[in-house]
């Protein structure tokens, strides 16, 4: 991990940052113009050029037409990559833009436009420029949502999005070091106010991080805590898989015959809610389940379950959960009226 203070990332630093990516045949850099994928662009162009030999480097941005200074911002970016020998695309987000969740819908409408020029280019990966203090808002974020320990381990630093990787090299890197690493380059970079505005949840958020690391809640530490409970929710996981198994030899298995009810109700809480969310993302066609449906309706095969002869029969995420002769079953849902799930 890099040290956090505001002394410019090194050489060496960068070459740290970036070794897992070096075998890529080419990687797409999403760059904004803000100071953090600006930092991204140049240091992994720097890295590149140490290589010798090493991945097409293709910087794209991408114009969501939110803001007039947007179309600048990307000339800008393309003049930087110019001087950095890369080749730069801008994309823009066409179309109606909604009323409600536009932060959601715009960063869709990103990886959307980057996946693509990924694929056409040629690139295995898709590198982003999140840094520490955006993995500590996450983390914040999403503690306030109520999300479970998988949701609390916030932003990994590779992760796969419809076939594609994304990576996130600057994730254990503050945004104060990369801003002092730019200026000492003598490189310019956007300011987007809309990263100040507080009509949205992150910014909001941002506002309070400095009254919380003077209660000893900076990006570091909030940081740590996403880190540590990644590595609990990888053993669970581990844990998970082999109940898994366990279940499958004793020829319990939701696409063949279901589950026994008194095996898989004779498992911890948190494994049989991570079995049946698996099931229900596995069977379901209305996309992952939310955390807290599953939640209830394992509340509720547990309670059917342990009434004996209980029977239960319900729906969630396009999947049909039923418990009937002892046997849980989890199945694609009959399609729902006026509605085709192709």
């Not at 740590?224 to 609990?232: M, N």
């Not at 969630?316 to 694609?332: F, H, M, N, Q």
Request: hydrophobic residues 45%.
């Amino acid at each position: 991990m890099l040290k956090d203070d505001h002394s410019a990332i090194s050489a060496q630093d960068a070459k740290l940052l970036f070794a897992a990516w070096k075998t890529a045949p080419a990687i797409v850099l999403a760059v904004s113009g803000g100071p953090d994928s600006i930092a991204l662009m140049w240091l992994a162009a720097r890295w590149r050029r140490a290589l010798k030999q090493g991945p097409r480097l293709i910087a794209v941005t991408v114009d969501h037409g939110l803001r007039p200074e947007a179309a600048r911002e990307a000339r800008d970016v393309k003049r930087l990559a110019g001087t950095l020998e890369l080749p730069h695309r801008t994309l823009r987000w066409t179309g109606t833009k909604p009323n409600t969740g536009l932060p959601a819908a715009a960063r869709e409408a990103r990886y959307r436009l980057l996946i693509r020029v990924a694929r056409t280019s040629g690139a295995t990966h898709i590198l982003t420029a999140h840094t520490r203090d955006d993995q500590a808002e996450t983390l914040l974020m999403r503690m306030l949502r109520g999300s479970g320990i998988a949701g609390l381990a916030a932003m990994t630093r590779e992760t796969d999005r419809d076939g594609m990787r994304l990576a996130r090299p600057l994730l254990d890197v503050s945004k104060s070091q990369l801003i002092a690493t730019l200026k000492k380059a003598g490189i310019g970079f956007a300011d987007d106010p809309t990263n100040r505005d507080t009509a949205f949840t992150r910014p909001r958020l941002r506002g309070l991080m400095p009254a919380l690391a003077d209660e000893g809640g900076d990006s570091r530490n909030l940081a740590r805590l996403a880190s540590r409970l990644a590595r609990a929710n990888a053993a669970i996981e581990v844990l998970a898989d082999g109940a898994e198994r366990y279940l499958a030899l004793r020829g319990c298995d939701p696409a063949r015959g279901g589950y026994a009810a008194a095996a898989f109700l004779a498992l911890p809480e948190e494994i049989r809610l991570r079995l049946l969310k698996r099931a229900i993302d596995h069977f379901g066609y209305e996309g992952p389940a939310e955390l807290g449906k599953v939640e209830t309706l394992l509340m509720a095969l547990d309670q059917a379950g342990l009434a004996g002869e209980g029977k239960l029969r319900s729906t969630l995420a396009g999947a049909l959960i039923s418990l009937d002769k002892g046997r849980i079953r989890v199945e694609p849902a009959p399609p729902r009226r006026g509605r085709s799930i192709s």
